[in-house]
């Protein structure tokens, strides 16, 4: 009976493992890194986005409390029948105030585009060294895509209207651009706080777009009924205003972007 006993213990001696080396089981193997890379911390570069997007915000906010009454007028701007004279017409005070609403915008879009590159075409963007160089080209083709747009609009308008119709429709450019920033800064700003979310900020992002070129684009309908060239005018306005240089841009960020 004895020698039985030793045999069971002899056994279990060899079947269970050794309770020095069961931790190594239990607990996660440490990974290290690979020789030669090294850890990006983005944490500097994201912070200077936020701190860039922010004092715009604080000039606009500033410009804005003496411009209350204004804001309501972006809207009927674009809502208006062509040849209406508006609060924006002449006076610089206004003026300022529109132009740091593009400002924004621009900045603003210029962030989302990049964000929107990274989030579904090439992750790499939004990290790393160059993640600053993305941006910057970003807001580059942002701001390209705006110029372009504008000196695309006040050529269609001399070429198929009237001067004045056309100061109309340049007063309702820039008030469906500076509309947009009250939606585009802050879910710009969301998205550089909150990355793991980008793929549902750029949703409201797209629809706020969409909205403010279809105002802008029923606008320019309205100016162009009024002439004999109307449809050719606005199918020509169509494709070189609201197609091409969208497509274009978005090209662009993918190809000039470096991951």
């Known amino acids: 009976m004895p020698e039985a006993t030793d045999t069971i213990a002899h056994v279990a001696a060899d079947t269970l493992p050794d309770p020095a080396s069961m931790h190594i089981i239990m607990t996660r193997p440490r990974s290290e890194t690979p020789r030669g890379t090294s850890v990006q911390d983005d944490t500097g570069a994201s912070s200077w986005?936020?701190?860039?997007?922010?004092?715009?915000?604080?000039?606009?906010?500033?410009?804005?409390?003496?411009?209350?009454?204004?804001?309501?007028?972006?809207?009927?701007?674009?809502?208006?029948?062509?040849?209406?004279?508006?609060?924006?017409?002449?006076?610089?005070?206004?003026?300022?105030?529109?132009?740091?609403?593009?400002?924004?915008?621009?900045?603003?879009?210029?962030?989302?585009?990049?964000?929107?590159?990274?989030?579904?075409?090439?992750?790499?963007?939004?990290?790393?060294?160059?993640?600053?160089?993305?941006?910057?080209?970003?807001?580059?083709?942002?701001?390209g895509l705006y110029l372009c747009r504008r000196g695309i609009c006040w050529a269609i308008g001399r070429i198929f209207s009237t001067p004045e119709l056309t100061r109309g429709w340049m007063r309702s450019y820039s008030a469906s651009t500076g509309l947009l920033c009250f939606i585009l800064f802050p879910l710009a700003l969301t998205g550089m706080f909150y990355p793991s979310g980008l793929s549902l900020l750029l949703i409201p992002s797209l629809g706020a777009y969409a909205l403010s070129r279809v105002l802008f684009s029923i606008k320019g309908y309205r100016i162009f009924s009024a002439e004999r060239v109307s449809y050719i005018g606005f199918l020509y306005y169509l494709c070189s205003v609201e197609i091409i240089p969208v497509v274009f841009t978005c090209v662009a960020a993918t190809h000039l972007c470096r991951p």
């Open 49 to 143: 986005v936020i701190l860039a997007l922010v004092i715009l915000f604080v000039l606009v906010a500033g410009r804005f409390h003496g411009n209350i009454r204004f804001t309501g007028s972006l809207l009927r701007e674009l809502t208006e029948g062509p040849g209406r004279k508006t609060m924006f017409d002449d006076t610089m005070r206004e003026t300022t105030f529109m132009t740091m609403l593009n400002l924004l915008t621009i900045a603003s879009g210029g962030v989302i585009l990049w964000q929107f590159t990274g989030c579904h075409f090439m992750p790499d963007v939004l990290h790393g060294p160059e993640m600053l160089f993305n941006l910057g080209v970003c807001c580059a083709l942002v701001a």
